[in-house]
């Protein structure tokens, strides 16, 4: 590579980094701006430097929140992830079994969740509506995508494992989930942030019956009280955790699929 | 006529009456009668759509003939059970595993103990000049060592039959040139047979001791010459007159074969 294009590429990666916080400064400063030029009172729009104050003020009952959301979208995550890839692996192993369940598993999916989410909490323990929520939002994606990669297999490969007399369950194993990677960790992707809004959604169903203490109970309790800077220091808590979430599973993605998959390998290798 | 070669003897497998017929109604083959001969090197050539590849997939019992049988003399099938290779166009290498991993998979499926099956390896890598690159990926190498790998992990069995569907067709002269000697030695040091698919006239003059012409629509067997030129062959035998007068021959057969046959 000429010294030239690394520079180059070198200012770009800058430039996408730069860019964005000068933006974000700009806004928040036009902000901050309008809000104390038109003495906006803080019930309307708070100024940003008001719920920066919030946010260090209710600090602690904040996180306490962000925690109680952020372990329901984990295990709503990870039961998605195992509910999926295992019904994916199902689906492949037997026709029947794909015939007889794949249309509710389509229902399950266009149905709104915002639309299940008071009934579940009719049936069931309030966690474990929220619970069910995040994981009904997410496995589909993961249900999709792994069947889609488990289809998705070299036919000369396939071949191959058939001349050597491969067992089905080596077929599995060593070709079909590998070959598969790619579109498993691209469900996981989505999943991972669609387990989030279900977390969200189904809080925000379960607020208006009272208990609960998320972060989407506090917006919506805020709401409720007037506490709009409280409002927004939650809003902006639930959007770090959903960009934390992206790039943890992104980083994942790439780890697993640096030395082989084209979608990850660095340019230029 | 191949009784001058040392590689001639009994038939290893016979194709007797193959017919293959798709479920769309072309018609593949029809009455395909072929031995394969212990030790020799047998091409298949013919223009595409002559239903090479399918006899090929049909040796391997990847494909099973609709009409006819394939035939593996009983003392051969007993002892060559399994020791079957396949190269495929492409090298069909799995590109999340390392080149060692790659030429290990035939093992691993046969359930081979991984320390003897890593001398195995290394051995098969050793052959076709890869050692060096056992921890690489796939795609980190170029188009003509990927077939390489290819190779490898199809002689790490050890097989008695290796079949090849046009393995070099996608790489360039210079490449070619180089893997056709290095397979031609490789066959020679280890004795195997070999049934390779082309349609180039000259890779099939090259490499092989007898060659099987092939006609289109349905595939058969329209010709057959003897390539008697002795082996080891080297780029004297590419540039000799008897290797042109063979590739004259090969030639015309083709071209009649392909007349045979109707347009494309």
């Known amino acids: ?269 | 006529m191949t009784a001058t070669s040392p590689h001639s003897g009994a038939p290893l497998v016979a194709l007797r009456g193959v017919g293959k017929a798709f479920p769309s109604g072309t018609l593949a083959l029809a009455g395909l009668d072929l031995d394969v001969r212990d030790g020799e090197f047998l091409a298949l050539l013919g223009p595409s759509g002559c239903g090479k590849s399918t006899a090929l997939r049909i040796i391997a019992g990847l494909t099973e003939p609709t009409q006819g049988a394939v035939e593996w003399p009983a003392a051969a099938r007993t002892a060559n059970a399994n020791r079957l290779g396949f190269v495929f166009q492409e090298p069909t290498l799995m590109p999340w595993a390392n080149v060692a991993n790659n030429v290990l998979l035939p093992l691993k499926l046969k359930g081979v103990a991984a320390d003897a099956a890593g001398a195995r390896v290394d051995a098969a890598l050793e052959r076709v000049g890869l050692q060096k690159f056992a921890k690489a990926y796939p795609r980190e190498l170029s188009g003509g060592m990927r077939m390489r790998v290819s190779i490898a992990r199809a002689l790490v069995t050890e097989p008695a039959l290796l079949l090849m569907d046009e393995p070099f067709a996608a790489l360039d002269e210079i490449t070619r040139f180089k893997l056709n000697n290095d397979l031609l030695q490789v066959w020679q040091a280890l004795r195997t047979t070999i049934v390779f698919v082309t349609h180039s006239v000259f890779e099939s003059v090259y490499l092989s001791s007898r060659i099987v012409v092939m006609a289109a629509r349905p595939g058969r067997v329209f010709a057959e010459v003897a390539i008697d030129a002795p082996y080891p062959r080297d780029q004297n035998f590419r540039t000799s007159a008897e290797y042109a007068a063979l590739c004259r021959r090969t030639s015309e057969a083709l071209a009649q074969a392909m007349a045979a046959g109707g347009a494309p």
């Not at chain 1, 294009?5 to 964005?20: F, M």
């Not at chain 1, 036919?155 to 498993?184: E, Q, T």
């Not at chain 1, 999943?191 to 203490?213: D, W």
């Open chain 1, 1 to 269: 590579m000429t010294p030239r294009g690394s520079t180059q590429e070198r200012r770009d990666r800058a430039l996408r980094i730069v860019l964005p916080v000068v933006v974000l400064a700009l806004s928040l400063a036009i902000w901050e701006l309008v809000v104390r030029v038109g003495g906006i009172p803080p019930y309307v729009l708070p100024a940003p430097s008001l719920i920066l104050q919030t946010f260090i003020a209710d600090g602690a009952l904040l996180t306490q929140s962000l925690m109680v959301t952020l372990l329901t979208t984990l295990e709503g995550f990870a039961l998605a992830a195992i509910g999926g890839v295992g019904l994916a692996v199902l689906f492949n192993q037997s026709r029947l079994v794909e015939y007889s369940l794949y249309p509710y598993a389509v229902i399950l999916q266009v149905t709104p969740i915002v639309a299940i989410a008071p009934l579940l909490l009719i049936y069931m323990p309030q966690q474990l509506a929220v619970l069910t929520c995040a994981w009904i939002v997410a496995f589909f994606p993961v249900l999709a995508n792994t069947t889609l990669g488990l289809n998705s297999v070299d036919r000369n490969l396939a071949d191959l494992f058939a001349l050597y007399g491969a067992s089905r369950g080596r077929v599995l194993w060593n070709l079909k989930l590998p070959s598969g990677l790619p579109y498993i960790l691209g469900g996981l992707r989505i999943a991972g942030g669609l387990s989030l809004i279900g977390a969200v959604v189904a809080e925000i169903a379960a607020g208006s019956a009272g208990a609960g203490s998320g972060l989407a109970y506090r917006i919506v309790e805020s709401g409720y009280r007037l506490n709009i800077p409280r409002m927004f220091a939650a809003l902006v808590l639930l959007s770090i955790a959903g960009i934390v979430i992206f790039y943890l599973l992104a980083f994942v993605n790439h780890i697993a699929l640096r030395r082989w998959h084209e979608s990850a390998v660095e340019a230029g290798n």
